[in-house]
């Protein structure tokens, strides 16, 4: 079936790509030097035939021993607290790591992905948004080192493809939760389930209307597995169309958790975008993919996965 690069690999979203190949018959070489990444989540796969693990900064050259046959570059910060409290290694991630992993891919005549993001299209002036939209982001301000990083990763993947005739696909990865995301990596959702289940103040921002949607991460890892085997070149929208404010959302994790945490509101970070839903009519029509698991099935899982890490040992 093939062998696979997977960098970020034990991170929240590459360990659940780790677990997917590996369950299709696929060799898996995963990469991670534990920035923002978990041993915990890849431990399971320790010893598992067709599983290595290298531990590296794929900033720096990458060379990997025998066949590939994909590459997927899943390296990066990607909350808002990471890339704030470490702007230089998101920017150098998604440039020299983009840089180096296409590289490697390159020199294996490998398939290449990179994990780009709905944050190229910034406060978006278009609603929903489409991937032929070009976005509104401010490059000087703080969530510019994630945006541009992104952007930039976009582009070079393109000047590959187009330059050296590679294989390459572009995902568009908006908000996507479940098992295994970071308890305190200040996005939304671990944030309310951990406040929620602690009967803490349930933090809102602004004053809630902001709209997000949410994908529960086996649909979109699915997703991502579809790009990567189609034709597609240009970049592909994955996430839940199914919009809704932040408000209700918090008030739905209240309600699924039973709490009595009350709900506060607490001024709007910088750059924060007001709206965000995709378009995911190119993934309906090229990869046959869409959403299937229900917002209150999958939160109930990830409730569930906090549960176990919030109890203490």
């Not at 659940?16 to 990444?37: A, K, P, W």
């Not at 890849?42 to 060379?63: C, E, Q």
């Not at 959702?189 to 949410?214: C, H, K, W, Y």
Request: glycine share 8%.
């Amino acid at each position: 079936m093939g062998r696979a690069l997977i960098t970020g690999g034990a991170g929240f979203l590459g360990s659940h790509l780790c677990d997917l190949f590996l369950s299709r018959g696929h060799e898996v070489v995963c990469m991670d030097n534990f920035i923002t990444g978990n041993p915990q989540n890849i431990a399971h796969l320790l010893g598992r035939d067709g599983f290595s693990f290298i531990k590296y900064d794929v900033t720096n050259y990458i060379h990997i021993d025998g066949p590939l046959d994909y590459v997927l570059h899943f390296a990066s910060p990607a909350s808002p607290i990471d890339y704030l409290e470490k702007p230089i290694q998101t920017l150098k991630v998604g440039s020299l790591g983009t840089h180096k992993t296409l590289g490697v891919a390159k020199d294996k005549n490998a398939r290449y992905l990179i994990a780009s993001t709905s944050e190229t299209y910034g406060d978006p002036l278009v609603h929903p948004q489409r991937e032929d939209y070009w976005g509104n982001v401010n490059p000087v301000g703080p969530r510019g080192v994630y945006d541009e990083a992104k952007r930039f990763a976009e582009a070079m993947t393109m000047a590959y493809h187009r330059f050296h005739g590679m294989e390459t696909r572009i995902v568009r990865i908006f908000n996507t939760y479940g098992e295994r995301m970071r308890l305190r990596d200040g996005r939304v959702v671990p944030a309310f389930i951990s406040q929620a289940l602690s009967n803490e103040p349930m933090t809102v921002f602004g004053d809630g209307s902001q709209t997000r949607s949410f994908c529960y991460v086996s649909d979109l890892i699915e997703g991502i597995y579809r790009l990567l085997m189609s034709d597609e070149v240009t970049p592909v929208n994955i996430g839940n169309p199914a919009e809704m404010t932040v408000l209700q959302f918090a008030q739905e994790i209240k309600r699924l958790t039973n709490s009595s945490a009350p709900i506060v509101f607490k001024p709007l970070p910088e750059d924060d975008p007001k709206i965000r839903r995709p378009d995911i009519t190119k993934a309906r029509t090229l990869l046959g993919w869409e959403p299937k698991v229900p917002l209150s099935e999958g939160l109930t899982r990830t409730i569930e996965f906090f549960k176990g890490v919030l109890t203490p040992v």
